[in-house]
């Protein structure tokens, strides 16, 4: 008995033709198949002429306006020129999420020289922010489809170069484009330019840029932390070197170097450095280190995100009560001596549930008007009495604000405040506060006739 012949390399053995006809055949039979055979050739064929309608549309705009069309049909209505543009980027972005088989990437470079041609004559400054969106259209097509590396990797040492006025490209999203070939070619023309003593200033600083994401894109971890590391001890950089030994699977590095680089100082990005450490902690199950960090630079610097950080690091040891006590009493000091602490407190006693607690210490330490509103919309349903000074603060500070807006919301709270004295049995009170409100405020004709629209009748005011 003869044996079975392998089916696909038998299928290989088929011309183009042959194998069409047997698709059709089975399609006929297999309605499911049809129909999706049928919407691929539409969505290819369309792509592809959707394609060469941008195409037109580019040749045919002018500076500021222009006309064509993206249906494919030839006709269209007249565009300016920030609608010509918008729309072959839309149509770009589009048939990429659509995964269209169509090669985008001459459509995308062309967009994108376009777009840079015209950086200096740009009077609505929109041409910067298009043509990063274009930049990143085009790296996805070149993904797609790549085009030669030797020319790709030529113009991205152009732009990067010689036109200083274009946002920054970075090499990693070209990366798989560029292959190694295409790599290597941009890495000798920087090795080539550092190693001139006249490349200065503006180029070797792009070169070295170049350079480290090249190592990046290599993962070539050594080099681009020794040329981090020249640039010490900046904490933006700490944080990438940190990062970058994680990627790498080299926690205790990271663990190190992030420790070194905290030390007493202070800044906006101490922050991501921490939590990059604290981070690098659990992922090698030092839980206790992570913990012990997340306390000392809570008791440092006492704050809201400082005692989540710290909850969540005690919750994962299982030990989170015994320290919610300290914690709490390090904000309640804080909110004593600072006012600026009274948010932090309340919102972690919310954190916990503690709803009476939060209201007591917003009063006592003085929390912002934002956050006690916030407070008062929970509490207003069952205790109505006591957020009736609230809602009249946030009426002053409405009518603060000198406009219309700011006049139609007071009004609104003044209704809310109506309701809330009626059901705290002191109609007559809030008759008394109006009264002295309209009086303090009778040359605001426009908030008189807001508190009017808002059916609240007035009493009589004084000339």
């Known amino acids: 008995m003869a044996p079975t012949p392998d ?30 055979l049928e919407q691929r050739a539409a969505r290819d064929c369309h792509g592809d002429s959707t394609v060469a309608a941008a195409h037109k549309l580019l040749d045919d705009a002018p500076p500021r306006s222009g006309s064509s069309g993206l249906n494919g049909d030839g006709g269209g209505e007249g565009f300016d020129h920030a609608t010509t543009m918008s729309a072959v980027l839309d149509t770009m972005q589009r048939l990429l999420d659509g995964g269209s088989r169509a090669d985008l990437a001459p459509l995308a470079l062309r967009t994108v020289d376009k777009l840079g041609a015209e950086l200096g004559a740009d009077p609505a400054g929109t041409a910067g922010s298009e043509l990063e969106r274009a930049i990143d259209l085009y790296a996805r097509a070149c993904r797609a489809h790549p085009p030669a590396p030797a020319a790709l990797a030529d113009w991205l040492l152009e732009v990067a ?11 990693p999203p070209f990366a798989g484009a560029l292959g190694e070939s295409g790599l290597r070619r941009i890495k000798s023309a920087v090795d080539t330019m550092l190693a001139d003593d006249a490349c200065t200033g503006r180029r070797r600083e792009t070169a070295e840029r170049l350079l480290e994401q090249l190592a990046e894109t290599s993962g070539d971890v050594d080099t681009l932390v020794e040329m981090l590391s020249r640039k010490l001890p900046r904490l933006d950089v700490s944080l990438r070197i940190v990062r970058v030994l994680r990627g790498a699977g080299r926690h205790a590095e990271a663990i190190a170097h992030a420790a070194s680089a905290l030390g007493p100082g202070k800044g906006p990005l101490r922050a991501p450095v921490v939590d990059a450490l604290a981070e690098t902690y659990h992922e090698v199950g030092q839980g206790d280190e992570a913990l012990t960090l997340r306390r000392n630079e809570f008791r440092r610097a006492p704050d809201y995100d400082g005692y989540l950080a710290l909850r969540e690091a005690a919750t994962g040891l299982g030990c989170w009560e015994s320290e919610r006590v300290a914690a709490t009493e390090l904000l309640t000091a804080r909110a004593a001596a600072d006012p600026t602490g009274a948010d932090d407190l309340v919102r972690a006693l919310l954190a916990e549930g503690e ?6 210490a917003a009063d006592r330490y003085g929390a912002s008007l934002e956050l006690r509103l916030e407070l008062a919309r929970d509490r207003e349903a069952e205790n109505p009495a006591e957020v009736i000074g609230v809602y009249r603060s946030h009426v002053e500070e409405l009518i603060a604000h000198r406009d219309v807006a700011g006049y139609r919301q007071a009004a609104r709270q003044l209704r809310k405040l109506r309701t809330l004295h009626k059901r705290a049995d002191k109609a007559e009170e809030f008759g008394a506060y109006l009264a002295e409100l309209m009086e303090t405020h009778k040359r605001k004709t426009r908030l008189l006739a807001e508190v009017r629209n808002a059916r609240i ?6 000339r």
């Not at 170069?161 to 090499?171: K, S």
């Not at 709803?355 to 007591?360: D, F, G, K, L, P």
């Not at 009748?457 to 004084?462: C, D, F, M």
């Open 7 to 36: 089916l696909r390399t038998y299928l290989r053995s088929l011309s183009a033709e042959t194998l069409a006809g047997l698709l059709y055949e089975q399609a006929e039979r297999d309605q499911g198949l049809r129909a999706e």
């Open 161 to 171: 170069f010689e036109r200083p006025n274009w946002p920054r490209i970075d090499l």
């Open 355 to 360: 709803a009476e607690q939060a209201w007591q």
């Open 457 to 462: 009748a007035l009493p009589k005011v004084s």
